[in-house]
């Protein structure tokens, strides 16, 4: 990737997290500031994802539904554990 395509991506992740709201603190987040964490973030749940993905393909068939969230798929659930990790540090 050129320096042009990844300084293109990086304005996406410093958008997206600009809009960010903290009520804690009345403000939003500084994309700019915060971008080198951001991009290391969404890379590090990327790549989670992906070796949870390949594992559940080792194994040749998907997690059994937890019970009283059946209609919640593991990839949601996989997801629903990285956001309840991010808001509860």
Sequence with gaps: MTMDG?????QCII????NF????V???VNGELTKGENIG???GLRESFRAYRKYIE?????EKRLPGLEE???????????ANVILCT
């Design 26 to 28: 009345d403000m939003c």
């Design 15 to 18: 958008d997206q997290y600009s």
């Design 72 to 82: 919640l798929t593991p990839n949601q659930l996989f997801f629903l554990g990285y």
């Design 21 to 24: 709201y903290v009520s804690n």
């Design 41 to 43: 973030d969404n890379g």
């Design 6 to 10: 990844f300084k293109e991506k990086a």
């Design 58 to 62: 080792g194994r040749g068939e998907e």
